[in-house]
């Protein structure tokens, strides 16, 4: 089992920033992949970025592209969600998960944990 609590999230106005961190928890050797994923209200759930955690490689939707940056500092067991020149259209429930076999990517029903969410407002 692994368990994941994010943090970080809040209000900001347009153009601002936040940095959104997932700690995780359990039987984390387990962990292959780690993604962040977004719903916003009426949306589908969307994937935001990906890192795998052995080499580092990381994925990016392309609407985050150039201002987010995923990382993790893997002895504290915590991957981070950087977001730069924000927009309304960021506004959403972020969320964290972890996909433990082989493969690494944007789809949420690949992923097998899954954290409780945290807020992203962005005000225009």
């Known amino acids: 089992q692994v368990q994941l609590v994010e943090s970080g999230g809040g209000s900001v106005q347009a153009g601002g920033s936040l940095r959104l961190s997932c700690a995780a928890s359990?039987?984390?050797?387990?962990?292959?992949?780690i993604g962040w994923f977004r719903q916003a209200a009426g949306k589908e759930r969307e994937g935001v970025a990906t890192?795998?955690?052995?080499?580092?490689?990381?994925g990016y939707t392309d609407s985050v592209k150039g201002r987010f940056t995923i990382s993790q500092d893997n002895a504290k067991n915590t991957v981070y969600l950087q977001m730069n020149s924000l927009k309304p259209e960021d506004t959403a429930m972020y969320y964290c998960?972890?996909?433990?076999?082989?493969?690494?990517?944007?789809?949420?029903?690949?992923?097998?944990?899954w954290g409780q969410g945290t807020q992203v407002t962005v005000s225009s």
């Open positions: 998960a972890v996909r433990k076999f082989w493969g690494c990517s944007l789809t949420n029903t690949d992923y097998n944990y």
């Open positions: 890192i795998l955690r052995g080499s580092g490689s990381t």
């Open positions: 359990g039987y984390t050797a387990s962990i292959n992949c």
